[in-house]
C-alpha cells in the first residue's frame, strides 16, 4: 500500500511540475527589457496576439522598425526584432528537474552570425558553461587540419548561424563564411570547412554530434 501511495505520490509531482512548466511565450512576455530593449512589455503581448490570430501586421519597436513573431510552439518561440535581426527562445529542460531559458541572437546583415546566452526562468544570466563555442579546428575537415596555417591566414574569424531544433534537441550551426570571402579564397578553403555542426542536448550541456 505505501508503495501504490508512493506512485501516485510521484505520477502527481510530475504532472504538477508539466503543468508548471514555463513555455517560450510566457518567457518572452516576462523578460526585462534589458534583455529586449526594443521592445516593451505591452508591444510583445501584441507581437503574440497578431501571431495567434494569423495576422501578418508587425509592431513598432523602439527604433520605430518592425518586429513580429514568426514561430510559437510550447518550448519555442520566434521573432523577427527588425529586417536584420532574428531571435530565437528555447526552453531547455534539465536532469535536475529545473529549466533554463536559451536565447539565440542573430544578425542578418551584412552577414549572417548569431550567438547564444544560457538564463535562469527569472532570466537571471547563468555562469553554467552549457555550450562551448567551436574553434576553428572543430569546423575543419582532416585534409583542413592539416592546412590550419594556410586557413587561419584566409580566414580570420568565423561567420556561423545558430538555429534550435526543438523536435531532436539539437542546436544546428551554419558554417557562413562564404558570404565574408571572396569567390577565388573560398574556392580554395572550401573543401577543408564542414558545412554544419550539430550539438544534442543531454540535460547539463550541448555536446557536439561526431
Known sequence: MRQVILI???IASVFS??????TAEQAFVSAPESVFPLLNKNTRLDMIDYFNSGSATPSRNKLSGNSRVTAIKTNILQFA???SSTCQIAILNL???KEIIALIETVLAPEVDSKISFYTTEWVPTEERYFVEPELKDWLTSA???NIKEIEALVPFMLVGYEYDAVNEELMLKNNIKSMLSEDVY???ASYFKQQLKYSWTGKQFKLIK
Open 8 to 10: 501516485i505520490i510521484l
Open 144 to 146: 583542413g587540419k592539416k
Open 187 to 189: 574556392e580554395s578553403v
Open 17 to 22: 511540475f508539466r503543468v508548471n512548466a514555463l
Open 95 to 97: 536532469k535536475n528537474g
Open 81 to 83: 526584432m527588425s529586417a
